[in-house]
Structures are given as structure tokens and as C-alpha cells.
């Protein structure tokens, strides 16, 4: 046989973020003193009550097989978080439970997607957003943000970038990898431009719970009647409840489609982990004090780091909103040690200061990197002093 794979995955891009996560964990293993700046998840246990609902719904037998789009049980537990959170009302046949936000993204770019159909991706975008439009057929049609707007796009921006083949728009807020938020007043502009273009809105609100500074989450789907009815709203309990292993996400939208992505669903992985699902029925249900203990931790985390790498050379640092990441622009440390890119000099890192970084390019931003603040702050310290020092004995004018 001469071909052996499939078209639609032949210009797919594996996950940056997966790959050196892997490469610092292989280097770890080998005994290298290694800080992963990489990981997007939190670094805590899945909290008690969780794991013992867990734990419970096994022993009561609750292991078999259950509806393709969730238990509805947990349908209605989301329901309550988004009336409670949100103030917006859906019902179960608007809800599909997924094996976590990425499948949900997945199996929704799926049934949207005719071939040709474009999606607005601003960037820096998550590194799946672009690879899974294309495998449903899709183009990604990319819009730049810049440090000077907060690396958020404008209506302007937006409008500009809707031609006859669009379908949908992504707002990722807070978002991966910026921790950017967009306010009720953007929220509101962009959503005008998606009513008059007649095109889906595709609001990834993973991070809604990691917000700093007295910031508010507002979900595009709050601003209008219109607004919800052309919205998709993508979240779960990944980094919320600190439950990244356990992949369960959520789609919250018009019917049709949920409907249509449940069908599917069907077809492709049966159902959610069962034992997974009961644990997120706590995690929605159970105490949420955990929830606000983590965010405590994550904004002081982020008051310490931030003004340390600010101050190493060749860095510039806007302060983020939200989720648990930074996104310095590099390229000036990456050209004064020697670079002529800046995944070049995030490779150095890892194997000469012993940092993990995510280079942006896997983001769509070629001249940054990403660093996870989702680690204990002695490790946080000791790894931007590394970085600090490298940049500095290598500086050269």
C-alpha cells in the first residue's frame, strides 16, 4: 500500500503543549532536575467530596453504560450552574455531556461544518481550535490581537473578517493561552457583528472560575436573547474543580445541533465515563469552597511571578486576568542569546536552564512564550530565576 493515512489528518499539527509537557517529563525521568512550566491543569487534587462520590456511585453499582449525552442527573446539574451563574435558563435536550471541553469542541466543529465553512479564530488561540476545524472540513480563518489591545479582537476586527463562507466565531474567555477577559462592553460589540452576519458564536469558558483582581466572567450568551440563541457555551470541570483525568465537559445551545452532536455521540464513544459523570454531579452540586480556595491561590501566585518576570531582560509581560498563564513577548531575549527564533530559544531552556516553556507558535504567536503558573510557588520562583540567570549569561549586544 502506497497510502496509509487518511487526507484529513495529513496537515494536522501535534499538541505543543502535550509534546514538551512529554520531553520534560521523559527528561524528569531520566533524573534531570526539570520545572514544567507547561501543564495546563491545576496542580491540586480532585477535592474529597469529589473523589468519595466517586468512589460511592462504584460500590452502588452505578458502573454501566448511560444516555450518549450524559446522565440526566448531571444535564441538570449544569442547568442549575448556569441559572445560578449565568442567569440563564436551559433545558436537557439544550445540554450534551462530553468527555471533557476539548470532545465537546470536537464533536460540535462535527456537525456545524460543511467543507469550505470558515471559523474566526482570534490569536493567540488554543492549539486545537485550528486543527479541529480542519478536520471537520473547515478553514480556519485566523484574526490578530495584539499586546496593545489586550490580545483581545474588536468588532471592528471581527466584521472585517466575516465573508460568505463563515459559520462561527470562537471567544475564548478567560483565555488560553493570554488569561485575557473580555468586559460586558466588548462582549456586547462583537455580539451585534454576529447578529448581523448571521454566524454562530463559539464561547469556550473553561477558566470562568480563575479570575483576578476584581474581575467579573461575563458569558457572551448573557448579553442578548439573540446572543443565546447563536451561542455555544463550551465549559466543564476540568480546570474549575481540578478534575482534568476525569474529561468531563459540556455544550450548552440550541437543540438541533445538540441534538445532532448527541447522535453522534452515539456512534463514536457511547457515552461519558459513568463513574466520571457522578463525580461532576458533586462537583457542581457539593461545597464550592475549593473552587474559591484554588482561585485565591492562583491570583497570589500570579501577584508573586509576575513582577519577577518582568524584570528579566528582553521580556515583556502584560499581567493576565485570568486562567493560569503568562504570555511574555520573548523575541528580544531569543535575538540578544543567540536565537534566531523563539522556539529556538525556548528549546535552550529546557535543556540548558532546565525550564519547560511553551513556545507561542503553537498559538499562533511566534514571538512569545507560555508559561504555567499551575505549580507550587517555590518551584515558580526557582524556575523564572533559572530563566533570569540564562538570559543574562547569555545576553549579548
Known amino acids: 500500500m502506497t497510502k496509509k493515512l487518511a487526507d484529513r489528518v495529513s496537515t494536522l499539527s501535534p499538541s505543543s503543549t502535550l509534546a514538551i509537557t512529554a520531553r520534560a517529563k521523559e527528561m524528569k525521568e531520566s533524573g534531570i532536575d526539570v ?12 477535592p474529597t467530596n469529589i473523589l468519595e462520590a466517586a468512589i460511592a456511585s462504584m460500590k452502588e453499582g452505578k458502573t454501566k453504560y448511560t444516555p450518549s449525552g450524559g446522565l440526566p442527573a448531571l444535564k441538570d446539574a449544569v442547568i442549575e450552574k448556569l441559572k445560578k451563574d449565568q442567569q440563564l435558563n436551559f433545558t436537557r435536550k439544550e445540554i450534551m455531556i462530553g468527555i471533557g471541553a476539548k470532545h465537546v469542541l470536537y464533536t460540535l466543529f462535527q456537525v456545524i461544518l460543511d467543507p469550505g465553512d470558515e471559523v474566526i479564530i482570534p490569536t493567540p488561540y488554543w ?23 489586550q490580545f483581545k479582537v474588536t468588532a471592528e476586527q471581527l ?24 468586559s460586558h462592553e466588548e462582549l456586547l460589540r462583537i455580539a451585534e457583528v454576529c447578529k448581523e ?20 466572567h461575563v458569558s457572551i450568551a448573557q448579553i442578548s436573547n439573540d446572543a443565546k440563541e447563536r451561542t455555544f457555551i463550551i465549559n466543564g470541570v476540568s480546570k474549575s474543580h481540578s478534575m482534568t483525568g476525569w474529561r468531563i465537559g459540556y ?26 459523570q ?41 499581567k493576565p486576568q485570568g486562567a493560569f498563564y503568562l504570555l511574555p513577548e520573548v ?13 529556538e530559544f525556548a528549546s535552550a531552556l529546557l535543556t540548558e536552564a532546565k525550564v519547560a516553556v511553551i ?38 549586544e
Open 35 to 46: 520545572i514544567g512550566l507547561g501543564a495546563g491543569e491545576p496542580d491540586y487534587n480532585t
Open 127 to 149: 492549539v486545537s481550535y485550528p486543527e479541529q476545524v480542519k478536520l471537520a472540513g473547515g478553514v480556519p480563518v485566523f484574526v490578530e490581537s495584539t499586546p496593545e489591545s
Open 159 to 182: 466584521s472585517a473578517a466575516v465573508s460568505s463562507k463563515t459559520k462561527a466565531v470562537i471567544i475564548n474567555s478567560p483565555g488560553n493561552p493570554t488569561g485575557m477577559i473580555y
Open 197 to 216: 452576519k448571521d454566524i454562530w458564536i463559539i464561547s469556550d469558558e473553561i477558566y470562568e472560575k480563575l479570575i483576578y483582581g476584581g474581575e467579573k
Open 251 to 276: 455544550i450548552a445551545g440550541n437543540q438541533e445541533v445538540v441534538s445532532a452532536m448527541t447522535n453522534l455521540a452515539s456512534h463514536s464513544t457511547s457515552n461519558p465515563t459513568t463513574t466520571s
Open 278 to 318: 457522578y463525580a461532576a454531579i458533586e462537583a457542581y452540586n457539593g461545597p464550592q469552597d475549593t473552587v474559591e480556595g484554588m482561585r485565591k491561590d492562583f491570583e497570589s501566585r500570579l501577584e508573586r511571578i509576575y513582577p519577577l518576570l518582568q524584570a528579566i531582560p528582553g521580556f515583556k509581560v502584560i
Open 331 to 343: 523575541s528580544e531575549a531569543a535575538a540578544k542569546t543567540g536565537f534566531s527564533s523563539v522556539d
Open 359 to 396: 513556545p507561542g507558535s503553537g498559538f499562533g504567536s511566534p514571538e512569545t512564550i507560555r508559561l504555567s503558573y499551575a505549580t507550587s510557588i517555590d518551584l515558580l520562583e526557582e524556575a523564572v530565576k533559572r530563566i533570569h540567570s540564562y538570559v543574562e549569561t547569555n545576553w549579548k
